[in-house]
């Protein structure tokens, strides 16, 4: 089964450099989400977005900035980068018209490393 | 918001022991997931179980709704169960993570 496609894998970024995450959800679904996780903590929700409009908006600095495009896929926008935005970012996709409730399903994650 | 608290936090198992984590939340939830977190990093999906129980296989979880708790039961445990494990819980669209529990499954 398809299953959430993010990209790239693996970045490293200098300090003040912008980064840009993409992530293409399984196919029909209709709702996307965004996660950070730092370096031993738990996943913490940055913003969602459901058939392309902002549905949710969690502890996302003003820096971040992300969208969803017509083809459903979504673009996480990271400027001004700090040391601190070291993480693992995680996209999440599920559909609020299907079969097995609101599952959310997880990409493998960016692990971006701020240099 | 929403609460959530993992227990045991740390778990040391021999292989082939049994195990029950437990998941807490604060107020009425409309999604609940247990997650496993492997050695990379990925965030695999175990259940979907806001109420009610499921089986997979060595794994069982178990929503008590009314009274916020949850618990996922692993059976025979193999190396390949180590890890991280995460309840998640929402409301609204977003899910809010519990601090999970590290289990180790040694030979």
């Known amino acids: 089964a398809a299953g959430v496609i993010q990209s790239p894998r693996h970045l490293i970024k200098e300090k003040r450099e912008t980064a840009t995450l993409k992530c293409y959800p399984i196919?029909?679904?209709?709702?996307v989400y965004w996660y950070q996780q730092g370096p031993g903590q738990d996943p913490q929700f940055l913003i969602s977005?459901?058939?392309?409009?902002?549905?949710d908006k969690g502890s996302i600095p003003d820096r971040f900035s992300a969208q969803q495009f017509s083809d459903y896929h979504s673009e996480l926008n990271m400027s001004s980068l700090e040391l601190g935005d070291s993480a693992l970012y995680f996209c999440a996709s599920s559909s609020k018209s299907g079969t097995s409730g609101e599952t959310q399903y997880f990409g493998p994650g960016t692990r971006l490393l701020v240099l | 918001g929403i609460q959530v608290e993992q227990s045991p936090p740390d778990l040391i198992l021999q292989e082939g022991a049994n195990s029950t984590l437990r998941c807490n939340f604060s107020d009425s939830v409309n999604n609940l997931q247990w997650f496993h977190q492997n050695p990379w990093g990925q965030l695999i999906n175990l259940f979907y179980?806001?109420?009610g129980t499921k089986q997979n296989g060595r794994l069982s979880a178990t929503t008590v709704a009314t009274e916020r708790y949850s618990l996922l039961y692993i059976s025979s445990s193999q190396t390949t169960d180590s890890g991280v494990y995460f309840c998640?819980?929402?409301?609204?669209?977003?899910?809010?993570f519990g601090t999970g529990t590290r289990l180790q499954v040694f030979p």
């Open positions: 179980i806001p109420s």
């Open positions: 196919p029909r679904h209709d709702t």
């Open positions: 977005f459901y058939e392309k409009m902002q549905s």
């Open positions: 998640a819980v929402g409301s609204t669209d977003k899910l809010i």
